[in-house]
């Protein structure tokens, strides 16, 4: 059996890289005063309906919708669809109220949380972070899967053009402090609701004149989400609106000042970026601040974190009228980047000890001692598949083990255990003062200081 496609499994080697990874994120988000927050590997689907936008790609293409069959031939049955085509009873079946969706994105989920859970009744600022499995049904390519995981952070209750730069800082930091440097900040704003209207207008009828050489995603954009038609990688598509109106130069007088204060912040604190009237992003939820950072060695799918300010978002999953900001940060893309620029990641741990039974007479006596040194904190193992002395001593070598220890009878008899060091060769005798007789959870202080200083040395 294979693995689902755009899928990935992630095996010891690899999770201790995650891990470090992952735990830089945290303390980083820590430092700047988030709290981790988890929400449900599944939700509704109309939260991300609702949230993200039917006419984005995410919703109208790839959400993971799950149903069990009985209760779609249900559906069937009692609407008697028979007749009508697999698609249009796909799209009646998902618009029912209690079809559930796998997340594709963080973002609409912890809103969901922020407003359920009432978090907008403490203090504000609501400062979460997390660390999420998402699914989208995308075409798998390099940096591109149908399972990715996003860590992300959500600012809740702050409308000030710092809380924005704070989140761009907070990426940026992050990215610099783990070892990845060759990454370009783009910032643009996509106005509010007011300006975007009137700036919709404008495009559309620009684009009303371009219609001849859209490609068809872009004219399904023009009449659904006319701004996403400036974010085609289509390179006929992009000549052809080279000249086409910017947001950038139709914002608001307060969306204008937002976006001069965002980057004012940003010099302060010396974040490079470059303005970048392009970034549009995929999600409809984005008011005035949208930005990327993309990295330079990741091919095509060069966007590393993807992020900005939603303001009307809270209000529309049923909350309070409440402003939020944030970003999300793609794992497989940041592994790859880390890979591409040469940061060195931890390597799995050494075993502490490996502990070799001589026979089946001696095996109580070493789940004895390994059930001890555990205690202590150290690493220990043994082996479970009767092998001979030789083939643990080889194993002990393979897993490359830090130091073994024989419990042969002889030990036992004359309490005196070698453990021996299996880089430099270096052997110590240990006493345990009848361990078999002695109750491992009160043995005594300096035979546990002999075992740490071994073990420490
Ligand atoms: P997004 O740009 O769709 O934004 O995704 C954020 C990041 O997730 C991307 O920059 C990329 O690194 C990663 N990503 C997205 N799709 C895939 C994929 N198929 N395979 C691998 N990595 C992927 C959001 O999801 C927003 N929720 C971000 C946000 C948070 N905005 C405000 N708060």
Redesign the pocket.
């Known amino acids: 059996m294979k693995k689902a496609r755009?899928t990935q499994d992630f095996l010891p080697v690899d999770i201790v890289k995650w891990e470090y990874v992952e735990n830089y994120f945290k303390n980083i988000c820590q430092r700047f005063g988030f709290k981790e927050i988890r929400t449900p590997i599944f939700e509704n689907t109309s939260l991300f309906k609702r949230g993200?936008g039917e006419s984005t790609d995410?919703v109208s293409k790839?959400m993971y919708s799950a149903f069990n069959s009985r209760e779609y031939y249900k559906f069937i049955q009692d609407k008697n669809l028979h007749t009508s085509s697999p698609d249009e009873v796909m799209k009646l079946f998902l618009s029912d109220k209690n079809r559930l969706t796998l997340k594709?994105?963080?973002?609409?989920p912890?809103v969901r949380a922020f407003v359920e859970n009432k978090m907008y009744a403490d203090a504000q600022p609501t400062k979460l972070f997390y660390n999420t499995p998402?699914m989208?049904h995308?075409r798998?390519q390099a940096?591109?899967?149908?399972?990715?995981?996003?860590l992300?952070?959500?600012m809740f209750g702050a409308d000030s053009p710092a809380s924005d730069a704070e989140?761009i800082a907070l990426a940026y930091t992050f990215l610099s402090e783990i070892g990845i440097s060759n990454v370009e900040i783009r910032i643009n704003s996509v106005g509010c609701s007011k300006c975007r209207e009137k700036y919709n207008k404008l495009l559309i009828e620009y684009l009303e004149t371009k219609k001849q050489n859209m490609c068809s995603t872009c004219l399904e954009r023009l009449e659904k989400n006319p701004m996403r038609t400036l974010d085609c990688k289509n390179e006929n598509c992009q000549e052809n609106i080279s000249d086409a109106p910017l947001m950038l130069d139709n914002l608001c007088e307060q969306c204008m000042e937002h976006m001069e204060s965002v980057k004012n912040h940003l010099n302060i604190i010396k974040l490079p970026y470059i303005v970048d009237p392009m970034i549009v992003?995929?999600?409809d939820?984005?008011t005035k601040t949208a930005f990327?950072?993309v990295h330079n060695g990741l091919g095509a799918?060069n966007?590393?974190?993807?992020?900005?300010?939603?303001n009307g978002l809270v209000e529309q999953i049923g909350g309070p009228e409440i402003s939020?900001?944030?970003?999300?940060?793609?794992?497989?893309?940041?592994m790859i980047a880390l890979d591409v620029e040469g940061v060195k990641l931890p390597e799995p741990k050494r075993l502490d000890l490996y502990v070799v039974a001589v026979d089946e007479s001696c095996a109580t006596m070493a789940t004895k001692i390994v059930h001890l040194i555990r205690q202590m904190g150290y690493s220990v193992d043994r082996d479970f598949l009767d092998k001979s002395v030789k083939a643990q001593m080889k194993y002990a070598n393979k897993i490359n083990a830090k130091y073994t220890m024989v419990v042969g009878q002889d030990e036992i008899d004359n309490d005196k255990y070698i453990v021996k060091n299996m880089d430099t060769g270096d052997e110590y005798t240990l006493s345990f003062k009848d361990i078999y007789n002695k109750d491992i959870y009160n043995m005594d202080e300096d035979i546990k200081n002999i075992i740490a200083d071994i073990f420490e040395s």
């Not at 594709?104 to 609409?108: K, V």
């Not at 939020?324 to 940041?334: A, D, H, I, P, Y």
């Open positions: 755009g993200i995410v790839e594709p994105e963080g973002t609409a912890v998402c989208r995308e798998p940096g591109r899967f149908r399972q990715f995981h996003q992300g952070i959500e989140i992003r995929g999600l939820y984005y990327e950072i799918q966007a590393l974190c993807g992020g900005g300010r939603y939020g900001v944030g970003f999300g940060l793609g794992m497989e893309r940041l």
